[in-house]
């Protein structure tokens, strides 16, 4: 079945360490995006990317980074820049204009 | 400039009764919108969409949702809330009509729904 996979799904993070959260696709897809999203809180916007090998910062996007190599991933990094890390972070991706096909999420906390 | 308005935090019904959650929106041009649906620890489903068809429009587990343009409202609705219905709800909007316009998410609806 096509769809989205996030990886993995709780990871813990040390203070000052860089992490990566894994997102893959095989909807072809061309579009792909990547949400914050905190307790009460709607989706927040981190990255997104229309095609490969380019990407936009989104509103959020300080002390994180991202990479586009491949059509089927794109995964994100959240550097120890980002001072506030633990979240629940979402990967989606987008074909048509009628919205978007979302992952199942990876929960990062800070210990 | 786009924007949406969950008017609800929270909304609790008993089981069996009817669901409503309110949306409104701003947008410059025709929207798009969707409601989509999160259960916890989840990603989001989509549940329904408006793409400028018919405004009553139906989505999955029972669930639809009414554009009236002069209100600027794309309430959903339910008859009769099911236990497995309790999720945060999300309504989003969206200008464009490509897969690459951004979308604006509102802030959420937490459903409970009491035995």
């Known amino acids: 079945d096509g769809g989205i996979t996030q990886s993995p799904k709780y990871l813990f993070r040390k203070e000052g360490q860089n992490v990566t959260l894994s997102c893959e696709q095989n909807l072809n897809h061309d579009a792909m995006y990547w949400y914050r999203q905190d307790p009460g809180q709607g989706l927040r916007l981190i990255y997104y990317s229309q095609i490969v090998n380019d990407f936009q910062k989104g509103d959020i996007a300080e002390g994180y980074s991202v990479s586009r190599e491949k059509k089927e991933s794109f995964p994100l990094t959240v550097t120890s820049a980002q001072k506030n890390p633990t979240a629940f972070y979402l990967c989606?991706?987008?074909?048509?204009?009628?919205?978007?096909?979302f992952g199942s999420g990876t929960r990062l906390t800070v210990v | 400039a786009q924007s949406v308005t969950q008017l609800d935090s929270h909304v609790s019904v008993s089981e069996g009764t009817p669901v409503l959650l309110r949306c409104n929106y701003s947008s410059s041009y025709s929207p798009s919108l969707f409601w989509y649906v999160q259960h916890p620890n989840k990603g989001l489903q989509l549940l329904l969409k408006?793409?400028?068809?018919?405004?009553l429009v139906k989505g999955i587990n029972g669930f639809e949702a009414e554009f009236k343009k002069s209100e600027t409202s794309f309430h959903l609705t339910k008859p009769s809330a099911h236990m497995s219905d309790a999720a945060e709800y999300f309504c989003?909007?969206?200008?464009?009509?490509?897969?690459?316009?951004?979308?604006?998410f509102g802030p959420g609806t937490s459903l409970s729904v009491i035995p």
């Open positions: 989606a991706s987008r074909d048509s204009p009628y919205g978007y096909t």
């Open positions: 989003v909007v969206s200008d464009g009509r490509t897969s690459y316009d951004k979308v604006i």
């Open positions: 408006y793409t400028s068809a018919a405004t």
